[in-house]
């Protein structure tokens, strides 16, 4: 049963006056009347935001991975790597959120996924489009803290305070590679370093409820 079709029974005890059918009345309420599971906790419009920002996440882990598979097909597999990662912390992203909402009683509403780019012009090509996309990114997750702030969502607003922070991390790594990138111009020995360098990257979940 969905939960808006969720209705419960109580039971009402007798009091001076009843009728004898009344002792155990069962009343049956509409599913706006309840509380947990039967209401959703948190706003539509922050909801639907959040619906949204799930879109994205995976639209991000789309795009990592699309760059994975292009530095597959230039045999930078440390690139890949990274690439691989990246895409795994993106789909973290999208669950944390989906958790939420699911935790603050509200329904997920999950969309089609575009199709990313498959290819690019060069390695500086694909991170200067991750840095891009990061701070793409970034704008949504301060538009939903706007949100949460003038909703008065202070739960909503704690959980975009790890988003913030992240953002901050998301698009320092991606710009302290583009600045690799640049500096090791048409160097192929400093490329094979790089690439060996990123191949060490592992994918760490944070710990529950942490940042
Ligand atoms: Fe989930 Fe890279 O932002």
């Known amino acids: 049963m969905s939960r808006e079709g969720y209705s419960r029974v109580t039971t009402r005890f007798l009091k001076l006056g009843d009728a004898p059918e009344a002792v155990f009345a069962h009343v049956t309420e ?12 948190i706003g539509k419009k922050m909801v639907d935001a959040i619906n949204e920002q799930i879109n994205a ?3 991000s882990s789309y ?3 699309s760059m994975a598979a292009y530095f597959d ?19 973290f992203h999208a669950k944390k959120f989906f958790d939420y909402v699911l935790s603050r009683q509200g329904r997920i509403h999950l969309k089609a996924i575009a199709e990313p780019q498959t290819t690019w012009k060069s390695p500086l090509d694909a991170f200067q489009t991750t840095y891009k996309h990061e701070t793409v990114v970034t704008g949504l997750i301060n538009k939903l803290a706007t949100l949460a702030l003038k909703e008065d969502d202070h739960a909503t607003s704690v959980l975009l305070h790890w988003f913030i ?11 302290a590679l583009v600045q690799k990138l640049k ?3 048409d160097n192929s020995g400093a490329l094979f370093l790089v690439d060996q360098e990123l191949a060490a990257r592992v994918f760490v979940p944070p710990v529950a409820g942490g940042a």
């Open 30 to 41: 509409p599913a706006s009347a309840l509380t947990g599971k039967g209401k959703q906790m």
């Open 73 to 91: 097909s230039i045999n930078l597999k440390g690139f890949e790597n990274w690439m691989r990662v990246q895409a795994q912390e993106e789909d």
């Open 165 to 175: 922070n992240e953002q901050v991390e998301e698009e320092s790594n991606a710009d």
């Open 63 to 65: 795009l990592y991975l």
């Open 183 to 185: 500096m090791i111009g």
């Open 57 to 59: 996440e995976f639209y």
